[in-house]
């Protein structure tokens, strides 16, 4: 166990260690889905819940019955079970009790279930053997991150719709290219603050 | 050996509690039980809840026109929802303009029936079917334009009002990967009710490439219909002053095949465009109409005549033979059936002529 802060957790994996811009994690809903600002912070606001809350329960059961069984090996296929029902549990329940959360987050929870931020949230948290609220701190912080991350890129690509660009580098191909700059413009923050 | 038990067992039983956790969850928390979907006011319909109001209205065989088949990806599956059904998705929202919204529109594909609704929906949409039909010819009208004809199954019939249009479902093939629907108008009268004719012009898109060049005659094409508000008006005793260019002949002979079968007394004009007299077809049809109908006159025109084809007829677009021959618009109505530049210039002609534009009835495509 590692002596730091959960706050310290949070806004390192909100700057400095940003999972789109550190680790190119969860690119491919981060790609498809941020031509817009509105929808981008949508998906953003699902990711987060999704991901904090799986993070806990995810912890839960590594820690209470995965590592007693000895069976940590099996993290891998338990933690995406249990995401994947999760979030369909998340879906109807929100669906049917929470009617406008599910008008703007829950189109999106489908889309969630495969985006592998929220896996190597869980796995990173083993990995690194953060306590639960670090956890916590670390998969809130995250999520926030991604959100920032793809709200920057919709306001990026809006800015940009009309303009004419080079045939190949239309839809994913300029928006690698700015993901990479803004991922330099991130490495600004490194120092700030340190985590692992 | 244990660690092979342990591991499969403690898979299986936590798979198992979560399938167990989820099925109950389905059939609590999203068991939205029956519903009612009250259509136009008049129509009561007892549903199962929790589908898209698209499939939940295809399960009631009522066919709301959809080229994407419920993805969102193609904005025709519009429908007024004036209760239930809750606020627009995000998903809806690049397919409706500011007025739509207003006016309670939403894409049925999206919005999920999950308590009473009430809907409306254009009444001819309930005589809307699919057909499963049979290609039983396919022939060369023009080095462009191929006529289609569809035989329905056996003991299958077709309602629909002339000038109106149905969908082919164009399955994927070496080159498109993706399923569409494409719209084309009948040709034939509504007398028949066994098969449809279509007049297809080649394109090279997705849908004429496809008819062109990969149906065979006995193959099965998925259709459904009919659409449109495109048909003959027969309230009044108008002249009938008629346009089309290319395929757009279909709806037109519709028409004119619906006045022949009912011996309808109207005068009517047809003013058909090409480019040289190759392109003409159907030739023989017209001028049997023009003896068998009560006033009814062809006038082919043609805009790229050379010498040697010794034409002897209009030349120039239809527009023109439009100012020459119609006088004014008084006590008469025109069909338009043709591209969007077409309809725009002869509409404009004729409105110089002095028609409103109640008595102007046009189909773009």
């Known amino acids: ?196 | 050996m244990t660690t092979i038990i342990i591991t499969t067992t403690m898979v299986t039983v936590f798979t198992g509690i979560l399938a167990l956790l989820l099925t109950i969850a389905n059939n609590t928390i999203a068991n939205y039980g029956e519903v009612e979907v009250v259509i136009n006011d008049d129509k009561e319909y007892l549903v199962q809840g929790g589908n898209s109001l698209l499939s939940t209205l295809v399960d009631q065989k009522i066919f709301i026109p959809s080229a994407c088949g419920g993805r969102g990806t193609c904005g025709y599956c519009k429908v007024k929802v004036l209760e239930g059904g809750g606020p627009v998705l995000p998903t809806e929202l690049p397919w409706l303009t500011e007025d739509e919204i207003r006016n309670h529109m939403r894409l049925s594909c999206q919005c999920k029936v999950k308590e009473k609704m009430k809907i409306e929906i254009p009444e001819e949409l309930f005589n809307v079917r699919e057909y499963e039909a049979t290609v039983e010819l396919l022939e060369d009208m023009t080095p462009e334009i191929k006529k289609l004809r569809l035989r329905l199954k056996e003991g299958e019939e077709i309602d629909f009002k002339p000038g109106q249009y149905i969908q082919v479902k164009i399955p994927t093939y070496d080159g498109n990967d993706e399923e569409v629907y494409r719209a084309y108008s009948i040709g034939n009268p509504p007398s028949v009710k066994n098969y449809i004719d279509l007049y297809i012009g080649y394109t090279g898109g997705i849908a004429t490439t496809y008819i062109h060049k990969f149906l065979k005659i006995g193959d099965t094409v998925h259709i459904n219909g009919p659409y449109g508000d495109f048909y003959y008006h027969d309230q009044s005793d108008r002249e009938m002053i008629m346009v089309a260019v290319g395929s757009g002949i279909a709806p037109i002979l519709s028409i004119l095949g619906y006045m022949k079968d009912n011996n309808i007394r109207r005068k009517a004009t047809f003013y058909f465009g090409a480019k040289t007299p190759q392109d003409l077809f159907e030739l023989d049809l017209i001028r049997g109409l023009e003896k068998e109908l009560y006033d009814f006159k062809f006038i082919p025109t043609l805009s790229r005549v050379k010498e040697e084809h010794n034409w002897t007829g209009e030349r120039g677009r239809v527009n023109i033979a439009l100012e020459k021959y119609v006088e004014n618009g008084v006590n008469k109505e025109a069909y338009l059936c043709g591209s969007p530049g077409m309809i725009d210039s002869v509409v404009e002609v004729l409105t110089k002529k002095g028609f409103t534009e109640d008595t102007i009835f046009y189909d773009k495509f």
């Not at chain 1, 590592?67 to 296929?77: A, D, K, M, N, T």
């Not at chain 1, 829950?106 to 306590?131: D, E, K, Q």
């Not at chain 1, 959100?147 to 045939?167: D, F, H, S, V, W």
Request: charge should be positive; include cysteine; aromatic fraction near 14%.
């Open chain 1, 1 to 196: 166990m590692i002596e730091i802060s959960p706050w310290v957790i949070f806004f390192a994996s909100i700057f400095t260690n940003n999972m789109i811009f550190s680790n190119f994690l969860g690119m491919c809903s981060f790609i498809s889905v941020s031509n817009e600002i509105p929808t981008s912070l949508g998906l953003g606001q699902a990711v987060t819940f999704v991901l904090t809350f799986t993070t806990m329960l995810n912890y839960l059961i590594y820690h209470y019955i995965l590592v007693p069984l000895g069976l940590e090996y099996l993290r891998f296929i338990i933690f995406i079970i249990t995401i994947a029902a999760f979030v369909q549990l998340i879906e109807m329940l929100v669906e049917r009790y929470f009617t406008n959360l599910y008008y703007t987050l829950g189109i999106f929870l489908p889309l969630i279930t495969v985006n592998c931020v929220i896996l190597a949230v869980s796995l990173f948290m083993v990995i690194r053997n953060y306590t639960f609220l670090q956890s916590v701190g670390f998969a809130i912080g995250s999520g926030i991150g991604w959100t920032l991350a793809i709200a920057a890129m919709a306001g990026a690509k809006q800015r940009i719709k009309n303009n004419k660009l080079p045939k190949g580098l239309e839809g994913a191909g300029i928006t690698l290219i700015i993901t990479g700059l803004m991922a330099l413009a991130f490495v600004g923050f490194s120092g700030i603050v340190q985590i692992q």
